[in-house]
């Protein structure tokens, strides 16, 4: 009993410490109603509920302004990205924002909320859901979350139904910004989806363009703004990174003469309907009076930043241009290396030849043209002396020259290491004045230009070379495969000038199998990719000879261990049975095979691993069977590919297998391209595709283990003119293979001990007979035998009854072999 009392005591003490947070709750709200802007009443009305309701997060929706959709208007706590909460709900019903705004309130608790369709939005569960009516101007909902496991209580619905009531609907997002009305001197209305803005003069101005140059693309705008303020500003005229309200911006913007104005921006993004786009409305004002001037100490100081990091000679010309045009308002510049008697062009801007003069559209031969200095003597004077060169406008000059900057031209001989680089051509159409400030930033430009570019050439140039080397090392072709097609693309690395030690292979084996290999070696040196060299010859020996596909993995683990280096190898094993269709995998470390299989759906199978090669001597590496049926893709790669700083290695495996399923396997070498689309270059990346379409003809096949005995050689015979008259074979063909099986099996039986096989495969109209035996000794065909000889002539004979003859290496000895066409 005296349990209950206290229990008792502890629910009146509860419900008092309630009914006194409702109070505080209507206390805040009155408080709030108080202030004079509405948005700013509208958004503390919301921070109630996360205060006193324990909310995480609560958004007011409201009509928009064709009635069909509800949109959020306003929102306070986490972002609602976290709870799957979308800006905008269908006002015709099937949702809790729907519901309430028709004058029905929703609660769900977790259970409830688990079970509704709002939750397959949410990436995890547990959360409570309310949904209020709210009142004026056409109505609303009130939307709010929370993640406490108990969900609102009585008192929290109470407060919440507060908040609903003090909340103030705004007049439809329909009246503010409508597209089509002549904007205010100092607005702007951007729309999210396309990109197109709406300015007003005054910004126009600001911007230095008049309304009749604008083309009304927000990326101009943006082009003519400081680099570095750029981030800045993408993240607010892309919508992705901002949320509905307020914002506040500074940013700077480019001038023909002088510093970079400051601007500020005043913005608020209003969303979106149906086939109504979200826009982000505002002004932009002047604020230069409150920044100080950028001097263009500081372009020379942004150039030198920008060239540090520059790697190829594109790279450097690309960063001369962004660096030089806007702020000098050119129309035109051109960077080239110089190479003998020519300009090797590397950037146009503007790119299009109709932007040049004719003598250099004559030159144009590949992207851009290589332009002949011996036809610009001014050049070539300009060049010779190895000082920056002004022409005002008016200035006579060749046609070539005079046509790149008939307002003034600018010539920048770049020099470097006692000679020259290359030469950057600046041109304006209209009549130019030459500044002292501009004239040193040329000169400044220049030396900066000269010297990185002389580092790129030296890059690209190793760099191709690092590229041919790598490629050396790897298959020069792929094999043709019976039932099969394989392709497949090596990327390297763009960073730095190391060898990468990604490599594939793709073996051709006896008896229709094929062995697939992918693999990837520690680091990028060049010891990486003599490693990989070395792995790619041991594994490709250790196939051939025969050994099953544990086996060689174990042999090649145990090479690279006893070569005592310090880096690892990790490596994919496929062994392709062409025949059945089958296949048996091993991993060392590596990255699972993915297949694709004829109905488009994909699958990472479940493949045991074992450790990287080069770790441990004694390690088991199990194999894992796949079934293929004709049709399926395997696909094989390197963490280059699916590896991310801002993903891991399974989503990035994921990724890679949404991206095969969606591939046209009929086309392997645009698969290939397309998976390598999105590759990070900071790791080499190789990529290895194998289609199995299954074999159109099935061998057929028979084998025979010969025992030691005297009549071995007749037993021999006889099973073979057995299994050949049951195959069909005629006689004709029976009598020479025979001869062929005598030989071979009688050379095993005297010159090798052990255990003899004798196995036949019949495939269309080719015959082969293969004999194999424990000795690792080729047979030698003698160059000549004299007429008393008792011996020798067995491999004369077999050579002259066969199409073709030969040995292959087989797991502890050798496997002779002949084929006969039939029907010769």
Known sequence: MSHKRCNGGVVRQGAAERGSRTLRAEGALKAVASGPDQDERLRRALEQALVFAGASFVALYTPGDDRELLCLVESAGVPRTLYGVRDSYPA?????????????????GPEEFAGSAESRRVPSSGFSLAALPVRGNGGGCLLALTERPDGFDADDRACLELVAEAVTCPAPAAAVAVEGEELPPDAFSLAMDTGRVEVGDDILRLFGLAPG????????????TVPEDL??????????????????????????????????????????????????????ADASTLRPDVTDVARVQRLAAALATAGTVRDVSQAVVAALRRPL????????????????????????????????????????????????????TALRDGRAQIWPAGTALEPALAEVGPGGLAVLPLPAAGRMAGACLIGWDTPHDFGPDERALLTASAGLAGQALMRAHAFDAEHELVGMLQRQLLPRRLPKLPGAVAVARYLPSTAGLELGGDWYDVIPLPDHHVALVIGDVQGHSAGAAT?????????????????????????????????????????????????????????????????????????????????????VTQADFPMSPLRLRPGTLIALTTDGLVESTDADIDEGMDRFAHALAASDPAHLGLVADALLGNARRSDDVALLLVRYDGMAVRPLRESWTVWRLPEAVRHARRFTRRTLRTWGVPQDDIDPTLLIVSELVTNALVHTDGKVRLDLTLVGDRLRVAVADASPRTPVKPTSIGWEATGGRGILLVEAMSGT????????????????????
């Open 805 to 824: 003859w030969g040995t292959l290496p087989v797991s502890g000895g050798k496997q002779v072999w002949s084929e006969i066409p039939l029907g010769r």
């Open 213 to 224: 140059e604008f083309d009304g693309k927000v990326e101009t705008l943006l082009g003519l």
């Open 531 to 615: 490693l990989m060299g070395q792995m790619r010859t041991a594994l490709r020996a250790y196939a051939v000879e025969g050994h099953p596909p544990d086996v060689v993995v174990s042999h090649a683990n145990r090479l690279l261990t006893d070569m005592g280096t310090d880096l690892f190898a990790t490596c994919a094993y496929v062994d392709l049975d062409m025949e059945e269709g089958s296949a048996w995998c091993v991993r060392a470390g590596h990255l699972p095979p993915v297949l694709r299989h004829p109905d488009g759906t994909t699958d990472i199978p479940e493949v045991e691993g074992g450790p990287p090669l080069g770790v």
């Open 231 to 284: 981030p800045s500003l993408m993240s607010v005229t892309e919508a992705d990174h901002m949320s509905i309200g307020d914002r506040e911006l500074e940013f700077r913007v480019l001038q023909p003469t002088g510093p970079p104005k400051w601007l500020r921006l005043n913005g608020r993004l209003l969303p979106g309907g149906e086939g109504r786009p979200a826009r982000l409305v505002g002004t932009v």
């Open 329 to 380: 308002r050119a129309d035109r510049i051109a960077l080239a290396e110089l190479e003998n008697d020519r300009l090797v062009v590397t950037v146009l801007d503007p790119p299009e030849p109709e932007s040049w003069p004719e003598l250099w559209r004559l030159e144009w031969r590949t992207e851009w043209p290589d332009a002949p200095v011996r036809a610009m003597p001014t050049l070539a």
């Open 92 to 108: 015709s019903g099937g949702s809790p924002v729907a519901d309430a705004h028709d004058g029905t309130p929703v609660w769900l």
